[in-house]
T-cell receptor, first 111, second 113 residues
């Protein structure tokens, strides 16, 4: 059974600082997703990583995937308050296709 | 990319009653998924709904409690039956979009009193 773990669960960081959220998963997969969720809202897709070594960047966020280590990272550069939200990684192991979500990381950025 | 219309957006229901949530997609999709997000928790897959076949339920979810319909390639419903306060959650429908992406509906926030 596919399990997806994220850490940390909660992250409080100062504006301007850098930090990384980690996503580990238990079975082979080369499809990993990152989502953002604001309170009371649905999920917003951030990144879709579809191969080993994939790296994608959007603004202050950069995501990478290492399928051999079964690890994805979401790196935050020079955090700003607008990044405060909950971030989820999710893995699709295929056969059949379905998304299994990590525990989520609640990010709070303060001045 | 495909757009999902989910309704209702929120509801407050009495325990023992049932609520049906609808998801309409603006294009044909093979697979639709239903998730539950309990307060402060992550998302848990309830079931996968393919048109023309019975939904496939994940461990811990049963058809009697969460019956699903998938009458065509653009529409699905999830019913939460005989509700209790523990069913208070956000329910989301999802589709597999192009290039292996997944698109989420806007969610239904259910409160059972």
């Amino acid at each position: 059974e596919l399990k997806v773990e994220q850490n940390p669960l909660f992250l409080s960081m100062q504006e301007g600082k850098n930090y990384t959220i980690y996503c580990n998963y238990s079975t082979t997969s080369d499809r990993l997703y990152w989502y953002r969720q604001d309170p009371g809202k649905s999920l917003e897709s951030l990144f879709v990583l579809l191969s080993n070594g994939a790296v994608k960047q959007e603004g202050r966020l950069m995501a990478s995937l290492d399928t051999k280590a079964r690890l994805s990272t979401l790196h935050i550069t020079a955090a700003v308050h607008d990044l405060s939200a909950t971030y989820f990684c999710a893995v699709d192991s295929g056969s059949p296709d379905k998304l299994i979500f990590g525990t989520g990381t609640r990010l709070q950025v303060f001045p | 990319s495909a757009v999902i219309s989910q309704k209702p957006s929120r509801d407050i229901c009495q325990r023992g009653t049932s609520l049906t949530i609808q998801c309409q997609v603006d294009s044909q999709v093979t697979m639709m998924f239903w998730y539950r997000q309990q307060p402060g928790q992550s998302l848990t897959l309830i079931a996968t709904a393919n048109q023309g076949s019975e939904a496939t339920y994940e461990s811990g979810f049963v058809i009697d409690k969460f019956p699903i319909s998938r009458p065509n390639l653009t529409f699905s419903t999830l019913t939460v039956s005989n509700m209790s306060p523990e069913d208070s959650s956000i329910y989301l429908c999802t589709i597999q979009a192009a290039n292996y992406g997944y698109t989420f509906g806007s969610g239904t926030r259910l409160t059972v009193v």
